[in-house]
């Protein structure tokens, strides 16, 4: 064997020898580092929160990642202050908080998850952030002669910016993913767009030429829905008031329409159900059915409602009126309570809405003998409080929308001043040509009026 051969069988001896030793001094370096993660207890190595949104729907998350698989976190561990009902869940790194209730906006919360461990063991640890939600603000549609728009208000008033403008803007919902719009073309057919953070415009896809009408979002921001008219062909329209179905994170989708089965496919009012693939309708015939896009079957008849006021955020239960009056349709088994009973001094219940935290926001109509209308008045109703008048309304004002703010500290009043002169416009979702919104605080006595309907806090069309 030749000198190179010993010299070259040598530096390869030498080199596995070093190779094995670096490699032998990573395994060491790697289990003694991770000996000393498990010692030292998890830690937070990223929290992911949206403030913001969190604000507006309910089942926002707080998710705490840390360096090491966990074990299983209870309820028990976890503190939110001020306090807000939630729910908890863990894998692998993850600890999940979500929030069973929109937050308060202008807010500070902390929240603090005591005595966490690896899933390993060692050590516990103690994770906390704290979440600043910003002050509330609202957009709005209002309509000139000229062109409509949209705009961004905070509440007192004091900034606005418009945010789209169009000739004709038939109806918008706001979402944390943008504004989904309603257009009316020069022909009378309508048109969906989605205008974005950036102001970018996307079309959405319909059905095809036609109309459509209660535009709806889904508490997620993503799915929306309405009900969708063809043109009239001798007369009568292929599809009358039926529901399809979209998403704002496929616009260009092809819509889909919702199966009832041998129900009444003409529909006249509907509502998504929080925390569900489900819907809340009624019928043509006032029929109101619950049905599920994603699963099989025929949908659940709950009985006879001519309007939904109201789906809650917090239970499955949603508000109805009927013949009766504003009803609480429990949406597992259909049963009834009254929303509330008439009442001397205000007359006769006309519509209810849950107000998170709150209670019942119910609107009186008081009637004379002769049926004139002698006062309208919006009340706040909860367990073992005193009712509470929130809004008084002129009689020669009309009230077209009462919705509650998320947070449950504000409530929106549309209203239609001086009614008998304030004429109709020619929109497909007509409107008197005068329309204002007073916001109300539940915190205070401060009152704003702004121009304009359809606040962003409602989640249906007025009716």
């Known amino acids: 064997m030749s000198t190179d051969e010993h010299a070259g069988t ?6 596995l020898l070093v190779y094995a030793a670096v490699l032998a001094g990573i395994l060491v370096a790697s289990t003694a580092a991770a000996g000393a993660s498990v010692a030292a207890g998890p830690r937070v190595s990223a929290v992911l929160s949206d403030p913001a949104a969190a604000t507006t729907v309910s089942g926002s998350r707080v998710i705490f990642t840390a360096n090491q698989a966990l074990a299983e976190v209870s309820a028990t561990q976890v503190e939110i202050e001020p306090e807000v009902p939630f729910t908890v869940d863990t894998a692998g790194r993850d600890v999940g908080v979500r929030l069973a209730e929109p937050l308060q906006d202008g807010t500070r919360y902390t929240l603090t998850i005591s005595d966490v461990v690896g899933r390993s063991g060692g050590p516990s640890s103690t994770f906390s952030t704290s979440l600043e939600t910003p002050r509330a603000e609202a957009f709005l549609l209002e309509r000139s002669p000229d062109d409509d728009r949209i705009y961004r208000t905070t509440l007192d008033g004091a900034t606005e910016e418009t945010v789209f403008e169009h000739p004709r ?27 974005r953070e950036d102001g970018r415009v996307d079309e959405v896809r319909l059905p095809a030429v036609g109309r459509l009408a209660r535009l709806q979002l889904s508490d997620s921001g993503d799915r929306f829905a309405y009900t ?18 979209g998403s704002i994170s496929a616009p260009d989708a092809k819509p889909e329409q919702l199966d009832l089965g041998t129900s009444d496919p003409r529909i006249d009012d509907f509502r998504f159900v929080q925390g569900t693939t489900s819907l809340l309708l009624v019928t043509r015939g006032d029929d109101l059915l619950l049905a599920d896009p994603v699963a099989e079957g025929e949908p659940v008849t709950l009985g006879k409602a001519s309007i939904i006021d109201d789906v809650s955020r917090t239970e499955a239960v949603a508000y109805v009126r009927t013949a009766e009056g504003p009803q609480i349709v429990d949406l597992r088994d259909g049963s009834r309570t009254p929303a509330a009973g008439a009442d001397p001094q205000f ?6 809405e849950e107000v998170t935290g709150n209670g019942t926001l119910l609107t009186y109509l008081r009637l004379s003998d002769s049926g004139e209308l002698e006062g309208q008045t919006v009340v706040m109703r909860a367990p073992s409080v005193d009712s509470r008048v929130i809004a008084e309304v002129a009689t020669t004002d009309a009230i077209l929308q009462v919705c509650a703010a998320p947070s449950g500290r504000w409530v ?28 109300f605080s539940l915190e205070s006595d401060d009152t704003q009026v702004m121009p304009g309907l359809a606040i962003s806090w409602c989640r249906a069309p007025a009716s």
Do not use: C, H, Y
């Open 169 to 195: 803007i038939e109806d918008f919902r706001s979402s944390p993913r943008g504004l989904v719009v309603a257009l009316r073309t020069e022909q009378g057919d309508s048109e969906l767009v989605v205008v």
């Open 347 to 352: 007359g006769q219940p006309f519509a209810a």
């Open 412 to 439: 929106g009043v549309v209203v239609a001043p001086d009614i008998a002169a304030n004429p109709l416009d020619d929109a497909i979702l007509a409107m008197p040509e005068t329309v204002e919104t007073r916001i």
């Open 228 to 245: 969708w008219t063809d043109p009239s062909v001798e007369g009568i329209p292929v599809r009358d008031s039926v529901v399809f179905l």
């Open 10 to 15: 040598g530096r390869g001896k030498r080199f």
